[in-house]
C-alpha cells in the first residue's frame, strides 16, 4: 500500500492586475486562466466551441481583451478580479466512483461536490483520475499554474501504488522502462518497483511523467495484468498525506504555494498575500 506524507521539493508570469491594466491588452485565454476560469486548454476549447463572448461577440483565440470589455463564459457574464491574491491550491482524496467532470449525463458524483465554494472564479483540476481510480487529485484557482502542471510538455511525475493479478516478470520491468507500444503511442515507467503483497495480488509503485486516459492500466494490460488497484499517490512534488483520507480534502499554506509556484517557474512575489487567520501548522507536504 502506498505511503503517506504531505510536499517534497522560464519567466515569471505577468500577474492579473497588470494584464487588466495594460492598455494595449493581453491574449484572453491568458487573461482568463489567470483569473480561475478554467486552464488555459480549456478557454481555449470554450473560445472554439464558441462560448466565450467579447462585447457581445464571438470570441477568437489570441484575440486581445483590455478593462473595459464586457466577457460572458458559457451565457454568464464574468468579472476578472484585480486583486491578484496568491492562488489557493487544494489537496483532495478522491475515492473511487467518483468522476473529474460537473457535467456526466448519468449523474453520478463528482468530485467538485466536495469541494469548498470559490469565488469569483472556479477549481481547476491539475489532472484527472478515472472513474475507477483513487487517490491525490489536486485543484487550483490559477490556472496558468494548472497548465505548467498538467501539460506534457513540462513532463510532471505522476506516482501511482498499483494492484494487480499476478506478478510483474525481470523482462517484463525492462519493457515498461524502456517503452511499449499502445493503441496511442509509446507509452514507458520512469520506475518500477515491487512494493510487496500476498497470494495472487502484487502490489508494485511505478512513476510516469504524462497522464494519457487510462494509461497505467493500458500499460499493464499489455501483458494481460489486470490492475485491481490502482492510487494516486503523488503528483510532482505534491504527495497525498496520511491524515486526509478518502472524500476529504485540505488547502495547502502559502508557504507551501510559494514552494510550488517557484517549482513551476512562478514567481510568487507577483502575487499579493492576504492575511489569512485559519491557516494551522501542519507537516510539511511540498
Known sequence: MPQNKLMTNKNPNLNTQNTLQNSSGERIQKVLAQSGFGSRREIEKAIVDERVLVNNKIAKVGQSITPS?????????????NSNNLPRVLIYHKPEGEIVSENDPEGRTNVFQNLPR??????????????????????????ELANKMMH???????????????????????????????????????SISFEGGEGANKWYRVVLKEGRN???????GHFNLTVSR???VRFGIVILPSHIKRGMHTELTQAEVSRLLQ????????FNKPQLSNQKKRNRRV
Open 69 to 81: 470589455d464586457k466577457i460572458s463564459l458559457n451565457g454568464k457574464p464574468i468579472f476578472l478580479s
Open 118 to 143: 470559490i469565488k469569483n472564479g472556479k477549481w481547476i483540476s491539475i489532472g484527472r483520475l478515472d472513474f475507477n481510480t483513487s487517490g491525490l487529485l489536486i485543484f487550483t484557482s490559477n490556472g
Open 152 to 190: 506534457p510538455k513540462y513532463e510532471v511525475d505522476r506516482e501511482y501504488s498499483v494492484r494487480i493479478l499476478g506478478e510483474v516478470s525481470e523482462e517484463q520491468i525492462k519493457k515498461f522502462t524502456k517503452g511499449i507500444d499502445l493503441d496511442d503511442g509509446t507509452a514507458k515507467f520512469e
Open 214 to 220: 487510462r494509461e497505467v492500466r493500458r500499460m499493464f
Open 230 to 232: 490502482l492510487i494516486r
Open 263 to 270: 517549482k513551476h517557474g512562478m514567481n510568487p512575489n507577483d
